[in-house]
């Protein structure tokens, strides 16, 4: 069980970017995913969620911006992010919720230049 994001890089606010999370294994389409991300001096915030309906959940501030999403065919999940902001800036993980324990991938660095 591996997750893998990409996509991550330096943007200008305003700017967009979509993350990606590449999963090995057959556990993707049986899992909850969801995003996270951690920014320095401050805790990791869950982001958004998809379960394997398609319902998903998204923090209040990126509510508008951001839209999580699956394709489970080919075992990726990823976050569209849209209309940036400085404080969006972090390390974003992805995550199999319903693995016990749950798994998680390496991050990617996402900075958002104001």
């Known amino acids: 069980v591996q997750l893998v994001e990409s996509g991550g890089g330096l943007v200008q606010a305003g700017g967009s970017l979509r993350l990606s999370c590449a999963a090995s294994?057959?556990?993707?389409?049986?899992?909850?995913m969801a995003w996270y991300r951690h920014a320095p001096g401050k805790g990791r915030l869950l982001v958004a969620t998809?379960?394997?309906?398609?319902?998903?959940f998204y923090v209040d501030s990126v509510k508008g911006r951001f839209a999580i999403s699956r394709h489970n065919a080919n075992n990726t999940l990823y976050l569209q992010m849209n209309s940036l902001k400085p404080e969006d800036t972090a390390m974003y993980y992805c995550?199999?919720?319903?693995?016990?324990?749950?798994?998680w991938g390496q991050g990617t660095q996402v900075t958002v230049s104001s």
């Open positions: 995550a199999a919720l319903s693995e016990v324990p749950p798994r």
């Open positions: 998809i379960r394997t309906d398609g319902t998903t």
């Open positions: 294994g057959r556990f993707f389409s049986r899992n909850t």
